[in-house]
């Protein structure tokens, strides 16, 4: 297993390198940061886009601006806890990214957990009882749900529920829930900790009922059809044949077996989420790293976008590894080989 | 004791929804008494707060000459904390702020245009150290230069009228004159001092000068990171923005009043400064929701007729400097004949155009007959009347005169080329599309064909063959923006000759000496009126010859809650918040 997890990371390291050579070189090739300075009026002097080229190090070859971005891409600091420390460069306001990135993750991660947990465990309840009652009137009704679900545009279902709330904070004469905003405008002005911290969870509600019920949609549907699978499997019978009973046969190998093709799609999704909820974060002005990519793309920056390729990919590439791990854990099977 | 007052709402709020939802209201006081005693938020314990939804990017820099704090979001929001000699009005015009300076004049002596400089004595930065004719002085010579060698700084924006600035003298601590080089006035010069609104903030000397030039320009360079704030003794308005004040996670500012501030104090105890984006439903149920009390946001149709319907709200539609044009180009052979840039133009039926697209947003729309100053702008004239309404006789004989004639297809074909025409313009913007759309069908019954090319890389460089810099186009549909300094638009207007052999902006490569000549005098009046007169000469030329058609202002549109008094729109650059000192609730 050792082996086998150094020999993934490896490869990962190979793919990060590929990712961010690919990313870089057609974002140079195609992108010009100066773009919006060429409509201004009165026009930019030539000496101004002379200076701002150099300053972007735009008048290097490609290679040569890529080489100089990835040797400065790793440090190692071993005095520091966090030893790893990345650099993307600077963005074209000449801000540096990392810090940037660092904090768009935090806000993107507050948002996502609690919706990836209340994610896994809709999945695995609504997806088991489905599977093991399917074509019952609880599967069909489960059934019809999801694909309700999956079949609403995000921006949609989130502004019907943002439009929901206000109804209800317009009834209750109370503002109970919040549409923007990670938290209340300002409060850090005047709110103590307590209060703040109280707020963000308020400020939370709307997002993740959004995102948790948009995600769970499709894993459900993947643990009904591999708990039904699981159930017909032979190995199944041959429990039930020697009379164990029959919740434990579900409990011990069938939701065990079951949980594999979702670590998959789990571990996927996850990955991909920490690169941003782009349309959740847009609709509930939550200033993360979906907003953060939006931003790198309109503003034509090079090196903003490939940090956060770099970021998302390390995110998609650890929860691979741990997918894989995973499997060695609910499938003794994968650990032997 | 957990339990804290919610948000404070405004007495209509919720009334009609809360009868019509009756029925819930058990359902809902369970959850509303269960939130109430966990809400521990909303708690503010001053009520004279306001927060402004912004919709544009978030500034990641807050000094305003360099490219970084160059953005609408920190004009936005230091407007009134790095305060000028001068501010641009809703009329776009600037306007004397007499808390800081007592007078301002220009005079000519000898061919040289003097201004002198009156500082108010009372004027003091918000560390306490007064504003001095130093500050002033200061603020000339670091925007003298762009280039290093002559002890400029590359990072600056601009040294437009800077430039010009042939020497200054120190009267006193309070008082200070200024001579433009001889031959070289510069009608624009209030400009100069026309605080962070106009991006030329008065430079404090004793936290800018760093003891030379290239030190000087490495903390320009630098500027003020969002995070860090503006550092004390910076700022000379109302308001201030500090370290502490500022969320960069959330993306909010916070302004609190300066202490130190001799003028009127604002009647808002804070105004909150929250980037919220321009998507439509996020503004509106963001101010509907009261978590934002203004907003101003890119205007459609779908936003502003739900803006309309929130109750408790005002909105309002203005014009603002921005305003759609044509650019003719000149080195297509068939639109250098002068008479075929004519008859277009007399075939475009303008104030039907105005009505299919934005007599939506508001009865006020009208078509712009002026090219340098707008409609909501002193001294505005229309110079265009004779093409304020479609002429489609005096555009067919105009071009039968030259010896066009129709082919199989209905297009003139002259000189052996039909005139067929591509209009290009930005993709993915609807407004756009309609006008191309609109012109087409006003052009092709007239013998003109018009396509359309969308395209990305209209404003892109020469190295992008379809870009304007590349002159890759026929006709050209984009937005120009009008303001207070009108010696801006030279570059656009004057011949390449009048510019050096350079281009400039001048993308329809089209000249006339006359009006070289009377822009050259317009940037060199030393008074706004003499401006004024000589601009609208040089646009009565430029009908003449007609290398742009003007079509109409772009709207802007503004909407705030009705608790709140004092709230104007300023349609420049100024923007929104321009009097936000004067903001107070009722």
Not at chain 2, 114 to 127: E, L, Q, S
Not at chain 2, 370 to 387: I, K, S
Not at chain 2, 539 to 556: A, E
């Amino acid at each position: 297993m050792l082996v086998f997890t150094i020999r993934r990371f490896v490869n990962s390291v190979f793919v990060l390198l590929a990712a961010s050579f690919f990313v870089y070189v057609f974002c140079a090739w195609k992108y010009d940061p100066l773009a919006v300075y060429r409509a201004s009026q009165p026009p930019k002097s030539a000496a101004f886009f002379a200076a701002q080229r150099r300053a972007l190090g735009l008048d290097r070859p490609l290679v040569a601006r890529y080489w100089d971005w990835l040797s400065h891409l790793v440090r190692f600091d071993f005095h520091s806890l966090i030893f790893l420390k990345f650099n993307f460069g600077t963005d074209v306001s000449h801000a540096e990214i990392a810090p940037q990135l660092a904090t768009r993750l935090e806000v993107t991660s507050r948002m996502i957990l609690v919706a990836i947990v209340a994610a896994v465990i809709l999945a695995l309840l609504l997806g088991v009882i489905s599977g093991l009652r399917h074509d019952k009137p609880i599967d069909v009704t489960i059934t019809i749900l999801t694909f309700v679900l999956i079949a609403l545009p995000t921006f949609w279902f989130a502004a019907l529920l943002k439009q929901g709330a206000i109804a209800l904070n317009d009834a209750a004469s109370h503002r109970v829930f919040f549409t923007t905003g990670d938290q209340t405008f300002g409060i850090e002005n005047y709110g103590s900790s307590g209060e703040i911290r109280t707020d963000q969870l308020l400020h939370l509600v709307l997002p993740t009922i959004s995102l948790a019920l948009l995600t769970a949609s499709g894993w459900i549907r993947y643990q009904r059809q591999s708990t039904i699978e699981v159930l017909d499997a032979d190995y199944l019978r041959l429990a039930r044949a020697k009379g164990v009973r029959w919740p434990v046969v579900v409990r011990r190998h069938g939701v065990r077996n079951a949980l594999i093709p979702l670590v998959t799609v789990v571990a996927l999704d996850v990955g991909a989420l920490f690169g941003g909820a782009i349309i959740t974060e847009q609709v509930y002005v939550w200033h993360g790293m979906g907003e953060y990519l939006n931003e790198a793309l309109k503003n034509q920056d090079v090196n903003s976008v490939v940090g956060w390729v770099m970021v998302s990919a390390i995110f998609v590439v650890v929860f691979n590894l741990l997918a894989d791990i995973l499997y060695g854990v609910l499938d003794p099977r994968v650990r032997l080989a | 004791m957990l339990t804290v007052s919610a948000p404070s709402f405004p007495a209509d709020f919720g009334g009609q929804s809360m009868r019509r939802t009756a029925r819930i209201v058990p359902v809902i006081a369970a959850i509303s008494l269960t939130a109430t005693v966990v809400v521990a938020c909303g708690s503010d314990k001053q009520t004279k707060v306001l927060t402004y939804g912004e919709g544009t990017t978030f500034t990641k820099n807050l000094f305003p000459l360099i490219t970084a704090g160059n953005v609408t979001s920190a004009a936005n929001i230091l407007g009134r904390v790095l305060d000028g000699a001068f501010r641009i009005a809703p009329n776009v015009t600037y306007q004397q702020d007499s808390d800081q300076i007592t007078s301002a004049e220009s005079t000519m002596v000898n061919g040289q245009q003097v201004v002198r400089i009156k500082i108010n004595p009372k004027a003091v930065w918000d560390d306490g150290q007064p504003i001095t004719s130093a500050d002033y002085v200061f603020t000339l010579d670091a925007q003298k230069s762009l280039d290093p060698a002559q002890g400029g700084c590359a990072s600056l924006l601009s040294d437009v009228g800077f430039n010009q600035v042939e020497s200054h003298q120190i009267v006193n601590d309070k008082e200070f004159t200024f001579t433009f080089i001889k031959d070289q006035a510069f009608a624009d010069w209030r400009g100069l001092f026309s605080g962070a609104s106009g991006s030329a903030p008065l430079l404090a000397k004793h936290v800018f000068d760093k003891g030379s030039p290239k030190a000087n320009c490495d903390y320009m360079t630098a500027g003020w990171p969002i995070a860090d704030g503006i550092p004390d003794g910076a700022s000379n308005g109302p308001w201030l923005v500090k370290k502490a004040n500022i969320n960069v996670d959330s993306k909010t500012v916070t302004l609190v009043h300066n202490p130190k501030y001799w003028g009127v104090k604002p009647k808002l105890d804070r105004i909150v400064y929250a980037n919220i984006g321009s998507e439509s439903d996020v503004v509106v149920k963001a101010l509907k929701n009261h978590e934002v009390n203004m907003a101003y946001p890119q205007p459609q149709i779908d936003l502003i007729s739900n803006l309309k319907k929130l109750e408790g709200f005002t909105t309002s539609i203005s014009f603002g400097p921005q305003f759609e044009h044509l650019d003719f180009n000149t080195r297509n052979p068939l639109l250098a004949i002068k008479e075929v840039r004519q008859a277009i133009a007399y075939g475009i039926d303008r104030p039907s155009l105005v009505k299919a697209t934005l007599a939506q947003f508001s009865d006020q729309a009208s078509v712009l007959g002026n090219r340098l100053l707008v409609t909501n702008q002193a001294g505005y004239q229309n110079n265009g009347a004779d093409y304020d309404k479609q002429d489609t006789g005096k555009a067919t004989s105009l071009l039968e005169g030259l010896g066009a004639k129709k082919g199989t297809d209905g297009i003139y074909v002259l000189k052996g080329k039909p005139l067929n025409f591509k209009i290009t313009t930005t993709s993915g913007n609807p407004l756009r599309d309609t006008t191309v759309q609109i012109i087409k069908q006003q052009l092709q019954p007239i013998g003109i064909g018009i396509t359309e090319n969308a395209t990305d890389d209209i404003f892109e460089d020469k190295t992008h063959p379809q870009s304007l810099e590349a002159g890759g186009f026929d006709l050209a549909l984009f937005a120009w923006s009008a303001g207070p300094n009108l010696s801006a638009n030279n570059s656009i207007y004057q011949s390449l000759d009048a510019q050096g052999g350079t281009q400039g902006q001048n993308y329809t490569h089209g000249g006339d000496p006359k009006v070289d000549s009377l822009l050259t005098e317009m940037a060199q009046a030393d008074t706004v009126a003499k401006e004024i007169e000589f601009a609208n000469k040089a646009d009565q030329g430029l009908w003449s010859d007609m290398f742009t058609l003007p079509l109409f202002q772009k709207p802007t549109v503004l909407s705030f809650d009705n608790k709140y008094t004092g709230i104007s729109d300023n349609s420049t650059q100024a923007g929104p918040l321009w009097n936000n000192d004067m903001f107070a609730v009722k």
